[in-house]
T-cell receptor
């Protein structure tokens, strides 16, 4: 059974600092997604990582995927208050036909960036 | 503007009552999904559909039912058999698997918050 764990669950950081959120998963997959959720709102897609070694960057966020270690990271550079949100990783459950689009979500990391 | 709409934004259910949540998309996506989110937790898959007139159970389908009569619409009914329905319900859609690329992500609607009276 595929399980997805994120850590930390809560992250309070100061503006201008760097930090990394980790996403570990328990069975083979090479498709991983990062989403952002603002309080009371829906999910917004941030990154799609579709192969081992994939790295994507957008602004102060960079995501990477290591399928051998079953690990994805979301790195935050020089955090600003606008990045405060909950960040979720989600992993595609593969079957013999490949991707299924049936995602297992992590529990989320609540990021609070303090001025 | 292409997107996903969900209605209502808030829904109140009385005990023993069935309620239906609406989800419509105009993105021309083949696949649609329903998720449930409980406070402080991630999303869990209730049902999904990859094509019209076909759908499959997700991880927590008990107490829920769906239909997919049109490509654009994927309504979710929360039945009286669902004993703990209070949650935030999110509908999503995507192109079908295999195309690859950023467009293969799931796009989410604004959600419906269901509360039990």
């Amino acid at each position: 059974e595929l399980k997805v764990e994120q850590n930390p669950l809560f992250l309070s950081m100061q503006e201008g600092k760097n930090y990394t959120i980790y996403c570990n998963y328990s069975t083979t997959s090479d498709r991983l997604y990062w989403y952002r959720q603002d309080p009371g709102k829906s999910l917004e897609s941030l990154f799609v990582l579709l192969s081992n070694g994939a790295v994507k960057q957008e602004g102060r966020l960079m995501a990477s995927l290591d399928t051998k270690a079953r690990l994805s990271t979301l790195h935050i550079t020089a955090a600003v208050h606008d990045l405060s949100a909950t960040y979720f990783c989600a992993v595609d459950r593969l079957d013999y036909g490949g991707a299924t689009n049936k995602l297992i979500f992590g529990t989320g990391t609540l990021l609070a960036v303090q001025p | 503007d292409g997107g996903i709409t969900q209605s209502p934004k808030y829904l109140f259910r009385k005990e023993g009552q069935n309620v239906t949540l609406s989800c419509e998309q105009n993105l021309n996506h083949d696949a649609m999904y329903w998720y449930r989110q409980d406070p402080g937790q991630g999303l869990r898959l209730i049902y999904y559909s990859q094509i019209v007139n076909d759908f499959q159970k997700g991880d927590i389908a008990e107490g829920y039912s769906v239909s997919r009569e049109k490509k654009e619409s994927f309504p979710l009914t929360v039945t009286s058999a669902q004993k703990n329905p209070t949650a935030f319900y999110l509908c999503a859609s995507s192109i079908d698997r295999g195309a690859g690329g950023p467009e293969e992500t799931q796009y989410f609607g604004p959600g419906t918050r269901l509360l039990v009276l």
